[in-house]
């Protein structure tokens, strides 16, 4: 089956980090631009990084930039949101999406092909 699926969500501590991990199955994440969203409670999905199918290129929201880092796994079929320094808004589900295009990758639309499910963060002391 086509899937994507999150992982690596949990309780951390204002200031700290988790590496979140997208995985796929049933197709080539390599063929697909990636990218990482969230929503906390109430609020609306928001694109907070990308990496490009073509070129590596990768994109991050102003929010982010400087703490997270977007990769490519060196096992197949995978993409890693590193976070550091994580403040207690940045709370909320974190979800894996791949883009039909580098174009709105680079634009971290809402606009994806395929969706995971999310995995939860939570930054609380």
């Known amino acids: 089956q086509v899937k994507l699926v999150e992982s690596g969500g949990g309780l951390v501590q204002p200031g700290g980090h988790l590496r979140l991990t997208c995985a796929a199955s049933?197709?080539?994440?390599?063929?697909?631009?990636v990218g990482w969203f969230r929503q906390a409670p109430g609020k609306e999905r928001e694109g907070i990084s990308c990496i490009s199918e073509n070129d590596q290129s990768t994109y991050y929201a102003d929010s982010v930039k400087g703490r997270f880092s977007i990769s490519r796994g060196s096992v197949e079929n995978t993409v890693y949101l590193q976070m550091n320094s994580l403040k207690p808004e940045e709370t909320a589900v974190y979800f894996c999406a791949t883009h039909i295009n580098d174009y709105l990758c680079s634009k971290l639309s809402k606009g994806v092909s395929a969706w995971g499910q999310g995995t939860q963060v939570t930054v609380s002391s």
């Open positions: 049933g197709f080539a994440l390599g063929d697909y631009a």
